[in-house]
Each structure stands twice: as structure tokens, then as C-alpha cells.
């Protein structure tokens, strides 16, 4: 695989204030736990208003978390002046996802000019310990920020 | 394709009592607007709380609604005693979703015993009307209430 | 949808000139059935060598016809001078291919300047006639045809 | 992850036996290179017969040989007495398969006993070495020797 240098020296701040500007992430309560060229941590507190019928955290939170975790990822090794959008994704639900935190963690696993794939894991924190919950492969592409569209 | 019959009489009062349980539908602010056997709308309005950083409904809204209409519409046509699980997804994001209410449109495409497969079709309403956004494949899974085991 | 034109008046030529270099479509013994603009049917009659171990179709096969008859579906719609891509694609195998005949039908889902969405169904015919075996979900993408890139 | 134990101590001469069943393997010229409890390589010889229009791999033989390199790899971990059925995959075509030979390499990434997800990555040996030209993530099935379905 290729390196995964960043392009934009000024990456991570560009990364933290899009991610700032996503309510949906403050309606869900996340934050970001990890960020680093290529890779990025989202996580959340399991809450009553992200359950499914089960009381498990909903496979909507999981995807949502997981295709923000790629797209910031994907997002990390653009040049300045870019903007992220997800072209798709397939994303296995391995299993419920019950417990009290949910963590997606997104990798670039194929970097490109205009398309990144990105390699996109979901655990739960049970009482067991980190669990995994979901996989996800994802399509994201690189267009001038100028275009107005939108990571995620 | 397979007619789409229900072999549950009580089919309709278990999925609306299903989805009233799934807290999430209550934090999105969604509805069910459309129940048949194998077709299940659910709809939300934009809130500034769904929206991504340019302000349009975040791709995970998108993909929460239709992976729950896709999921209850093979619910609609399962036995009784039966819960239903998300296997997996693959969704394509066309357009931005940028409008003032969502629509996710979920039709069982292929019946099975065990596996369900459902095409499920998003839609934003704008000032140019009806405007599809996105498009999911979908597999779900039948299993025994009593497994403990959840929809989407 | 948007409509289906083709921007190339001679669209179709280039399109059976390019299937006829595909030496695999001779292997497989496959022939274009079905050629519109946004719509493209490919076909096979069943023989041993393209079996898998119980002697139906090989899902490979399948997705060989079925990417080609999306792929080339988006290309009838290109400008002169584009080459086609397949980003990626997902198929769902819903029955076993078990037929005489072996039947891809691609349409454009959703035209776009760069990408172009693709539904693919798969078809075997059999004693009962034609029944549906397969369905994709593809992302195809337009290149210069300069770029050296390839269909399918 | 699961530690990947065989469960029938014959898995191996079985897997072996199947593969030797699949015709269309050897229209393609395939070898199974490795095969270890969770893990499969099968792998071609480029010739014309294989090609798309520019002289490269099509990707209808990239995705066969990923997904029968998958299906052998979940089938590896099956109890006695079982068949495989690929559910569905999602493949990444990453880069033109231009090489002299292909490598499918599939990995178990989650046993389950009804559903396995494995992880399968292309490469193309061309004059630069091993380059990755493909990423698929698929769902298998356990079935019942006896129900007559079969593997990929």
C-alpha cells in the first residue's frame, strides 16, 4: 500500500473544524478519539435515544459513525482546497451491537487522485471488552471545496 | 417476483409497535408514512441536528431511514414469532441531500425463507419537488423472536 | 430519472467494436442480445466449462456477464472520446443459476459526468422459463479513453 | 477474531475434491496455490482468453477467482456434511489487473455459524512485483450438503 502521507500541512485542523460543523455528530454525541494521516476514531456513549427495538445502539448510529470514520480518513490525505463526499459503502453487521460505547475506526486502504477506498471497523465496548460489531468497505472521492459538497 | 403476501395477520400492528420502540426514530424525528406487504416509507423533516457540514441531511440520516424501511418491509412479510436482522447493506449516495424533508422508500425485491433481499430508493423533497438522493441493496435475515436478535 | 440519451451519435458502433475485443466474452461464449442507449442485455448458452461443482452457472460467471452489461450500459450514454470504468459493484446470488441459457440485463440507474449507477439483473432460463438468479448494484466510471483505461 | 479451527478433520481433501469439480476453473487456468483453515489462494496465468478489450484481466476473472478464493476459505471452517453458498460481495476494482498473473487471496474475517464474512484482496504479478488491483468483502452460507446448493 502507499504511504499515507498528508498533503495539506494544515490537515488536521481542517479535519476537526468540518467534523465541528456536523450536528448530526453532536445529536449523536460523538467525538473524535483518534486522528492521524489516513486514520480516524469516532466514538460514542450508548445512549436511550440511539437504541433500536432491542435497546442496542441502532445499525444507523454504527454506519453513520463508520461511513464519518472513512470519509474524515479518506478526507486526512487530501490537498488543500478539497472536500470530501461518499461515493457508496457496504457495511456487515457482525453482530448486535450491545454495550456501552460504540467506536468506528477508519482506514485509507487505497488512496487516489480522485477515489479513496477506505477499510472501516465497528466494535462496541461490552462487558467482555472491545467487541466487533460491523465492517465496512467504502468509496469516497475528492472534489475542490468550491464544488459545495460535503463529507459523510 | 414472488407475490407479496403476508403470513402473519397481525403483520402491521407488530411493525408499527416494533418501530415505535426504535428510540432513534424518536431522536430523528422520523414517521412511517407507508405500510404494505414488502413496502415500508419512512420519512423525517430536515432539523439543523441531521445535518452534515454544509448543512444537508448527513449521509448516516439517509442510510439509517432506509436501512429501518428496508428492514421492516421483509418484517412485513415474515411468519409469526419471527424478529428480522440488517445482514448487510451497500448504498450509493447520488445526489446531495439537500431539501427539506427525507423519504427512504424500502420494497422487499426477493423473499426468502432465511434471507430477504429489498431495493430501497431515498428521496429529498426540495423546491423541484421529488428528487432521488440515494439507492441501497440490501440482505436481511429471519430469525426467532426468541433469539433476542434486532431489526436494522 | 433523467432521460437516456446518447451524446455520441455513434454510440452503438463503439460499443459492439469494443465488446467484440473482449476475448473473455469468447471464452465464456457470450454475445450481446439487447443493445439501447442506457440498456444492454448479454447472454450465454450453458456449457460444462463454465460450471461450478454441482453444475449450474459459477457465480463468477454470472458477475462476469452482469458487470460487463452495466458497464457497458453507462458507456452507450458517454461522450465520443470516454473509456469506461467499473469502480465497483455488489451482487446478491438469489437462486442458483441452474438453466440452459444465462441472461445479464444492465440498465443506467443514474447517469452523472464522472460516475454512473448501474442495476444489473441476472436471469437462467429453465424448464419453468426465464427466473431471476441475480441483482448488482455497480458504480462505473467515465475516463478519457486516452488514459488507457478499460470497461469492465 | 475467532481463532479459525477446522471442525471436520477431512476439510481439506474435501475443499481440494470440490475445487477439482469447479469446470470453470479450468476454462480459466486457475491453481489453488494455498489453502490453510480460514485462508485460500487461487491463482491464473494470464492469456488472451481472459482478457477485456485492452489486453488485461477482465474483472469478470479478477472477481471469480476472488470469490471462489472466499467461499473455499469459509467452507474451510465448516462442520462435516456442509455445502457453501456465496450470499452476496461487494468488490473495489483498484487498479487494471495488467500483469502476468492473478492472485486471489481470501481470509475468513468472521466464522459464524450460519453466515461467514471473508475479506479478499487481487494482485497482478507484472515487472514491478505483487500489486493489489482488487478488495471484496462477501457473506457465505452454511448450508446442508444434502439441499444440492454449491459453492460460488
Known sequence: MSALQPQDPDWE???R???????????????????????????CDFQEGLAQQHGFFHAGVT???????????????FPAGSAVLTVEFKINLLAPAAGSRLV?????????????????????????????CAKMQQTCMRVDAGAGLAAG
Do not use: H, N, W
Not at 460543523?21 to 492521524?36: A, K, N
Not at 487516489?112 to 465496548?125: A, P
Open 13 to 15: 485542523a481542517k479535519l
Open 63 to 77: 454506519s453513520t459513525l463508520m461511513d464519518s470514520a472513512g470519509g474524515y480518513a479518506a478526507f486526512s490525505l
Open 104 to 132: 468506528a475506526r477508519g482506514r485509507v486502504f487505497r488512496p487516489g487522485r480522485t477515489l479513496t477506498v477506505c477499510d472501516i471497523e465497528g466494535y462496541v465496548l461490552g462487558e467482555a471488552g472491545e467487541k466487533i
Open 17 to 43: 473544524e468540518s467534523f465541528a460543523r456536523q450536528r448530526i455528530m453532536t445529536t449523536l454525541g460523538t467525538e473524535l478519539t483518534r486522528v492521524e494521516p489516513g486514520l480516524v476514531e469516532i466514538a
